[in-house]
Nanobody, 126 residues
Framework: VQLQASGGGLVQAGDSLRLSCAAS????????MGWFRQAPGKEREFVAA????????VYADSVKGRFTIARDNAKNTMYLQMNSLKPEDTAVYHC????????????????????WGQGTQVTVSS
């Protein structure tokens, strides 16, 4: 599985953005997918993940209620809809895929991820 993230940009607080992660490879639909982010000088942190079937999602407390993760297996694409953006959401966002297919629960830690896309910068001004 190869991943390509896109959709970042510079927005104002309160605005919305939608990130996309396009996957290549026939096994995309078998893997849980998710997003992590890393702000300058900070450690990478989990944002959201979605199970391989799309039936289960998990979010970091900091984004719960504002971000929505989704996937379209027919298009080999995962999305992160980000609403009510805050300056503290500023970071490079990376998409990732579970290293194991058909895992029952979506991941919340990076050590379960065997595939990573390049990052897309999200900058939220106050």
């Amino acid at each position: 599985v190869q991943l390509q993230a896109s959709g970042g940009g510079l927005v104002q607080a309160g605005d919305s953005l939608r990130l996309s992660c396009a996957a290549s490879g026939r096994t995309f639909s078998r893997h849980a997918m998710g997003w992590f982010r890393q702000a300058p000088g900070k450690e990478r942190e989990f944002v959201a993940a979605i199970a391989w079937s799309g039936g289960g999602t998990v979010y970091a407390d900091s984004v719960k209620g504002r971000f929505t993760i989704a996937r379209d297996n027919a298009k080999n694409t995962m999305y992160l809809q980000m609403n009510s953006l805050k300056p503290e959401d500023t970071a490079v966002y990376h998409c990732a895929a579970d290293s194991t297919a058909f895992r029952a629960v979506a991941f919340t830690t990076a050590d379960q991820c065997g595939y990573w896309g390049q990052g897309t910068q999200v900058t939220v001004s106050s």
